[in-house]
């Protein structure tokens, strides 16, 4: 029997792996947001239908977060790649280049990845309040616990 306890994974392990679970979610709709995004200022404000994949990464890299890890940089490609499959870019391979799909810009327009975005960042706010709360509660009691013991 305590052979399978050791087995099992420890609590903070799992804790760990939910963060990056989380971490990786919210970086990746910033990416899928802030692509789709770059996409449309192209087209709309420069009038270009396609950019290249250089000028995304550059865009990409301008606009990193706190989230942004060094080990991210080979999801971004997977994370492109997703756009792709999830038809909502196009990519040119002899020209490099990226382009809107008409479900890529249904999205932009209806905003759904970033709204998504935007719920993840909510939570994320929300997550960090609770902890503050938390902690600021924990105090509270040990200071009313040596209050009442000073009386």
């Known amino acids: 029997m305590t052979e399978n306890l050791d087995k099992l ?7 760990k792996k939910e963060k990056t679970i ?8 910033h990416i899928i947001s802030n692509v789709l995004d770059c996409l449309a200022i192209y087209k709309f404000l420069e009038g270009k239908d396609s950019i290249s994949y250089h000028n995304v990464m550059d865009w990409l890299d301008k606009r990193a977060t706190a989230a942004y890890d060094e080990s991210f940089c080979v999801r971004f490609e997977l994370w492109i ?6 038809g909502l870019i196009s990519f040119d391979e002899q020209k490099q280049e990226l382009s809107f799909t008409e479900d ?3 999205a932009y327009k209806s ?4 709204l998504a975005y935007a719920s993840l960042l909510e939570a994320k706010g929300s997550r960090n309040l609770a902890r503050a709360a938390f902690g600021i509660g924990i105090i509270a009691a040990v200071i009313s616990l040596i209050a009442i013991i000073i009386a």
Not at 22 to 29: H, I, S, T
Not at 81 to 86: A, G, S, T
Not at 111 to 114: A, G, N, T
């Open 9 to 15: 994974p420890a609590i903070t392990n799992l804790s």
């Open 22 to 29: 989380l971490n990786d979610n919210l970086v990746k709709f």
């Open 81 to 86: 790649h997703e756009m792709i499959w999830l």
């Open 104 to 106: 890529g810009y249904n």
């Open 111 to 114: 905003q759904q990845f970033h």
